[in-house]
């Protein structure tokens, strides 16, 4: 049952979900396992929609991954497109979006789109602990409600904001965020491209308009730039599914064993030349992001040119505008010339995301964010730390959480073995704590892509290795822990 944008009068909800993201649907969806049919279930989003980033994100964005595993629970896509399909934004958007039905079948689910939670907090009452929710419509802050609820589960998850376009000083180009791109180009055609930043943004944009124009002339302001995953080997399609590749918890686990806790730059260097689409570049940051071999041989073969340095400004010269690197050199450019801010959306903000725990200390407020995050993946946290706390088994058990914004922001290369030796250990003990009948209902887990023989293969040698892997992993993050001074620690 699904009450739409429903003002109730009673205040007292079994379930609060803040947040209708991946990571929050995936929450709600694990949850109504747990919850009596017709319990109590609000979902809030400042946004408009269910679906999180995949409203607001730019239009010619793709998954970069399989679609079948970027979805709620187990739920299946509802069309019958290869599985190597690499969906849009907007199918994405109402994949997740779909997720409502289903969930609304097993509670009675309210939605309050449009609406901004500001506080989300444990408090004792009369009745034993709750979680108290205030909530108003957005810009609204006057018309602000307080609710109670047995339970909250604030999944912000990585809560994406699209980018301002870069303030540049000169009038003579201009600045876009990618959102503003296809009008930018059919509003100025000929001029050169500039995108600044070679995340999976600046590849998408780089791609994007050399579609859109093939005849354009693009720069890549790439500054250490990023390397990606690569697609074509160990996403393989047809009968290399059964020949080739590797689960991807086994390049996790690689990566998570050959890490330390201090060899961030061995680390790296092993994934450059094992699993990276580029295993010649230079780039320096790897950020979980996936690329094919044609995608990457197509931005190479497609751009004019590639700057190995950061934008700090664009300003006129004597002789036209000219670009001002961080390096100190200044480069012209031709008047009219359009800069596409691709520099991250992720974790570059001045303010970092709220602090927030993971567990409140009575239980009641669940959190599935960056800041004490459970799985590189807010996907995957928001399905398994629901699970885990409606069983009972979260604390306790070893899993580590992880402030994983502040470790980008003080270390961006530590990042990679820091996010593989968590995702390997917290899976071991997932795999070791609930019910493999509920494991197999995640269907966010890459290693679906191989054939099942493969994955039961897959599943033995990790039960087999698991704890040398996960002690491995336990030194490996306690001592990342002590080296950064940045929260990494199991969950009591
Ligand atoms: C360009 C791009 C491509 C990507 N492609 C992939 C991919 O192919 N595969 C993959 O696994 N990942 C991909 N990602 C990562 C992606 O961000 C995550 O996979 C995922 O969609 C993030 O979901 P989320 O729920 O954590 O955050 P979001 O999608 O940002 O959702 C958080 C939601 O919480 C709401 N919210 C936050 N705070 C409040 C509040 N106080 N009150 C009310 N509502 C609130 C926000 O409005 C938002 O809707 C990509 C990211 C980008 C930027």
Redesign the pocket.
Known sequence: MMVEAGQSAAAEYDLVV???????LNALYSATDYLVRGARVLL????DAAG????T??DY?R???PHPM?TVGNLPWDWDKPRDYLATGAEVQRHLASALGPAGERVALETRFG????TCREVETGDGPRAEVT?HPNGRPGEAQTLQARRAIH??????RPADPLPLESARVVSVIPQALRAALAAHPGVPVYVVGGG??GM?TVLAALTQDPGRRITLLNGRGTIFMNRTKYLPVGLKRWTSGEPVSRVLRDMALSFDGENDDAVLERFRARYSSDPESRNELYLYG?QSEDEMAQVRDGLAAEIRDYLAGVEDGPHGPQMVLRSGKTLPVPAGSIFVNCTG??FRAEDMAEERTVLSPRDCVLSVTTRDGFHP???VS?FFLTHLLYRGLLRGRGFYTIDLERMFRKDRKAIVGVAAAQATMNQLLALQTLPLELLTRCGLDLDLWYPLPRRLVGLVRMKAAARADIDHCRRALDRVAVRTGVHCAPLM
Request: aromatic share 12%.
């Open positions: 803040i947040g209708a993201g991946i990571a929050g809030v989003d400042q946004k999180g980033m995949w409203n994100v730019y964005v998954l970069h991954q970027f609406h901004t939670v500001s909530l999944a912000a998850g990585v809560n994406y999976k943004t998408d996936l959306s992720y993946l807010t996907s928001g």
